[in-house]
């Protein structure tokens, strides 16, 4: 079953296209920020992570890129797959003391992947 | 998951009973955390733990509470279960030094 939003935002794409993810963040303060996928019925999954003194940071098939100035992170996926078909979230880490962070995470978007 | 299973899966009770969720971890890390998941609010933070009987409230520990006699267990417990507490719960795990948190499978909890 189902365990995210029933209204959320969706991007459908076609199987080998770019998919382009985006996400407005609220706190000026938070200096670090991680993407997570959901699959229906598990945990979010981490998928890349970026620091606030970075402005790209590249994985495999998956790009962040991060605009401090207007408060946005866009995570990019290329030649997207069918498996790729989750929710993702974005997250910020706001705090300043390690451990005792509380991630924020945003209401995310479902990626529907048409083959 | 990252070495981390929770107990049980899938839950229905009745209002006003008892209920605890269990969190094991083997990865040895120190920080652990409590989440729900609820269309229309996505993941918020209940409790969470960085060490040993040291823990601290999210921003929605209302009804909740939790304890960690052990590195490797968080015990989540909503003392009377209410309607509002239906949800889906993850934890979440995080080293030292490390703000990368890593998820749990999620437990399914109706309450009735």
């Known amino acids: 079953g189902e365990s995210v939003g029933l209204h959320l935002p969706t991007l459908s794409v076609q199987e080998g296209d770019n998919s382009i993810i985006n996400c407005a963040y609220s706190n000026s303060a938070s200096d670090y920020f991680i993407w997570y996928k959901q699959e229906s019925g598990k945990g979010p999954q981490f998928i890349i992570d970026?620091?606030?003194?970075?402005d790209k940071r590249q994985g495999q098939r998956v790009t962040v890129l991060l605009n401090k100035t207007v408060k946005h992170l866009s995570l990019q996926i290329a030649a997207t797959q069918p498996g790729d078909s989750a929710v993702y979230f974005c997250a910020e880490n706001i705090g300043n003391d390690t451990g005792r962070r509380a991630l924020t995470f945003g209401s995310g978007t479902r990626l529907q992947v048409q083959p | 998951d990252a070495g981390i299973t929770q107990s049980p899966r899938h839950k229905v009770t009745e209002t006003g009973t008892p209920v605890t969720l269990r969190c094991h971890q083997t990865?040895?890390?120190?920080?652990m955390y409590w989440y729900r998941q609820d269309p229309g609010h996505g993941l918020r933070l209940i409790h969470y733990?960085?060490?040993?009987?040291?823990?601290d409230k999210g921003e929605v520990s209302d009804g909740y509470s939790v304890s960690r006699s052990k590195t490797e267990d968080f015990l989540l417990t909503l003392e009377s279960a209410t309607s509002s507490q239906t949800s889906v719960y993850f934890c979440a795990i995080s080293g030292l030094g490390r703000e990368t948190q890593y998820f749990g499978p999620g437990t399914r909890l109706l309450v009735l």
């Open positions: 970026i620091r606030s003194n970075m």
């Open positions: 990865e040895n890390h120190r920080y």
């Open positions: 733990s960085y060490g040993v009987k040291d823990t």
